[in-house]
Every structure is written in C-alpha cells, then in structure tokens.
C-alpha cells in the first residue's frame, strides 16, 4: 500500500482519505485505529458505592454485561457500574480491547492465559483474576487480533 503524509501547521486536526478498489478487513482494522487516534485522553466515568470515579482504559481489564447492567473491573477486581451501553463503549476504547462475545470485551493487555472450554468455548483468565468466555462465534475474530 503506498502511505503520503502531508505536514502543515494550516491543518487544525488531522484527518485521512482513503483510495482504496475494494473494503477489506484490514482496511476496516485500519480505519478503526485513526477513527481512535484520540482517545489517549479518554477517560470513563464509573460508579461505585455511589461515589463517581474516572477510569482511564489501559486500567480496564473486562467490560461486560451482569443482569441489566453494564459493569467493568479494574486492574485490581474492583467492580464498577457504567452508563454506556456496550456497543458505545467498544467504539470508544482503543485497539487493545476486543470483544469476545455479545456481552463482554476485554483489553488484550490484560489477559492472562486462555484455555480450551465445552462447546467449542474457551474460557479467559484476566491477570485480576476475573473469567469468562470467548464465544464460538467470537474465537476466530478473537485469534485473527492476537495473531494466533
């Protein structure tokens, strides 16, 4: 693929046109990670114990669905309560989460081991300690972004 970039202090933010003959899951992976360029300064609120607290998304671990509510645990298994909904939230975050099924998405960062499971799952171990499962129908988007 052949890459231009043009410097100039006349552009006020960055911005990228694509010439492409057809739309490939590369491009799309592409697209994806400029659309997020900006989200180092990204911060989520989140509540516990009725307090608010900020949470920035290298400190996320899992995010995912229990019941009606949309929760995430930090680094330390500390529980909180969002309120975006999932879809939202994964375009929100950055190139190093991933879903992996309908109701979960997990910062690659943070995983710790992955293990083979019934029915053609595979459970997640996060470092914190916190499970869950790749679904069948997410395994294989979940191995093509780990390069396995």
């Known amino acids: 693929?052949?890459?231009?970039?043009?410097?100039?202090?006349?552009?006020?933010?960055?911005?990228a046109v694509l010439h492409i003959n057809k739309m490939t899951g590369k491009i799309v992976e592409i697209i994806s990670i400029l659309?997020?360029?900006?989200t180092g300064s990204l911060t989520l609120t989140a509540a516990k114990d009725r307090k608010t607290y900020f949470i920035k998304p290298e400190d996320i671990s899992l995010v995912r669905t229990e019941g009606r509510e949309i929760v995430c645990y930090d680094?330390?298994?500390?529980?909180?309560?969002?309120?975006?909904?999932?879809?939202e939230l994964e375009n929100m975050l950055d190139i190093h989460f991933v879903r992996i099924s309908k109701s979960a998405?997990?910062?690659?960062?943070?995983?710790?081991?992955?293990q083979a499971s019934f029915n053609g799952t595979m459970e997640l171990v996060m470092?914190?300690?916190?499970?869950?499962?790749?679904?069948?129908?997410?395994r294989k988007s979940f191995k093509e972004r780990l390069g396995l």
Do not use: W
């Not at 659309?35 to 900006?38: P, Y």
């Not at 470092?127 to 997410?138: A, L």
């Open 35 to 38: 659309e997020k360029e900006n």
């Open 127 to 138: 470092k914190n300690g916190v499970t869950d499962y790749i679904s069948r129908s997410f």
């Open 75 to 87: 680094k330390l298994k500390n529980r909180y309560t969002l309120d975006k909904p999932l879809y």
């Open 1 to 15: 693929m052949k890459v231009e970039c043009r410097i100039s202090s006349d552009y006020k933010e960055p911005y």
């Open 105 to 114: 998405i997990v910062n690659i960062n943070q995983i710790h081991h992955a």
